[in-house]
C-alpha cells in the first residue's frame, strides 16, 4: 500500500509562484515514476509533469514547459512542482500519482487570480 500526501496550493496573484508538495509513505516508494497531474472545473483531468524513479528525466504538459520544474527528494519521499509564472488557466486541484498505479494523493487546490 501507498500513501500519497500533497500540500502546498493556496490563492496567488497571475505571475506568482507557489511550490507543491507530495510525500509518500509506505513500501516500494522510491521506486515509482512520479507524476502530477491537475483538473480544473468542468474539465477532465490532465497531466503536468513527470519525474523517473531516479530523478533523470523530467517530462511536462506543453502548457507548463518552461514555467513549472518537478523534482524529488528521495531521502525524504518527496516529489516537488515548482511553479512559477503562474497564469489563471493553471487553476485547478493537484494531484500527485505513483507511476501508472491507482495511488494519487487527495489533491491540493491551486487558485490563481487574475
Known amino acids: 500500500q501507498l500513501h500519497l500526501v500533497e500540500s502546498g496550493g493556496g490563492l496567488v496573484q497571475a505571475g506568482g509562484s507557489l511550490r507543491l508538495s507530495c510525500t509518500s509513505s509506505?513500501?516500494?516508494?522510491?521506486?515509482?515514476?512520479m507524476n502530477w497531474f491537475r483538473q480544473a472545473p468542468a474539465k477532465e483531468r490532465e497531466f503536468v509533469a513527470s519525474?523517473?524513479?531516479?530523478?533523470?528525466?523530467?517530462y511536462y504538459a506543453d502548457s507548463v514547459q518552461g514555467r513549472f520544474t518537478i523534482s524529488r527528494d528521495s531521502a525524504n519521499n518527496t516529489v516537488y512542482l515548482q511553479m512559477n509564472s503562474l497564469k489563471p488557466e493553471d487553476t485547478a486541484v493537484y494531484y500527485c500519482?505513483?507511476?501508472?498505479?491507482?495511488?494519487w494523493g487527495q489533491g491540493t487546490q491551486v487558485t490563481v487570480s487574475s
Open positions: 519525474i523517473t524513479w531516479n530523478g533523470v528525466r523530467t
Open positions: 509506505g513500501r516500494t516508494r522510491s521506486t515509482y515514476a
Open positions: 500519482r505513483a507511476g501508472d498505479t491507482d495511488y
